[in-house]
T-cell receptor, first 114, second 113 residues
């Protein structure tokens, strides 16, 4: 079974530019998560989707971050405009539909904002 | 509020030594799940184990073992006969009743050959 796929793996941009990350969850997983992991910290949830609907986006900085999962499979996370403090690893995870299922993570995208 | 504390920031051991990674959690939920993940230098979080709050049985999987004690709100992870490939950052996490996953700050384990 293929794992969670993410691209790109690395991205370097200048502040105020925009960037987008892509995630393809494990086949059949209805729930998809985006996490931000700042260096030296544990991952923190940004947004959770159930199929193509948002379950929780309370921690998403909506003035600059947006995410979508239009067909209930792939998802895109966008930052516009980026700030220096957005430098982090962005992790995508997926789980089966039922509550309190194990989340499986992708390799992440390392973003550096200069 | 949910909280996970991993007091050990970094640990170094010599290969073949045993090592225990500590995890202490706080929650008011009666039903919750505890997890351990491994993050090697490649960056991917690798799932290791999941435990629910009603199952305090310890678990052993090869060189890995986990000790869950509700009385002390701890879920410690022991690696026996450590190997260089065990070098990674290890995260303990708590999942609440709303499916939210809360991570500790991680423990960086370095196994010296």
């Amino acid at each position: 079974e293929a794992g969670v796929a993410q691209s790109p793996r690395y991205k370097i941009i200048e502040k105020r530019q925009s960037v987008a990350f892509w995630c393809n969850p494990i086949s059949g997983h209805a729930t998809l998560y985006w996490y931000q992991q700042i260096l030296g910290q544990g991952p923190k949830l940004l947004i959770q989707f159930q199929n193509n609907g948002v379950v929780d986006d309370s921690q998403l900085p909506k003035d600059r971050f947006s995410a979508e999962r239009l067909k209930g499979v792939d998802s895109t996370l966008k930052i516009q405009p980026a700030k220096l403090e957005d430098s982090a690893v962005y992790l995508c995870a997926s789980s089966r539909q039922t509550l309190q299922e194990t989340q499986y993570f992708g390799p992440g995208t390392r973003l550096l904002v200069l | 509020a949910q909280k996970v504390t991993q007091a050990q920031t970094e640990i170094s051991v010599v290969e073949k030594e045993d090592v225990t990674l500590d995890c202490v959690y706080e929650t008011r939920d009666t039903t919750y799940y505890l997890f351990w993940y491994k993050q090697p230098p490649s960056g991917e979080l690798v799932f290791l184990i999941r435990r629910n709050s009603f199952d305090e049985q310890n678990e052993i999987s090869g060189r890995y073992s986990w000790n869950f004690q509700k009385s002390t709100s701890s879920f410690n992870f022991t690696i026996t006969a450590s190997q260089v490939v065990d070098s990674a950052v290890y995260f303990c996490a708590l999942m609440d009743g709303a499916n939210n996953l809360f991570f500790g700050t991680g423990t960086r384990l370095t196994v010296i050959p």
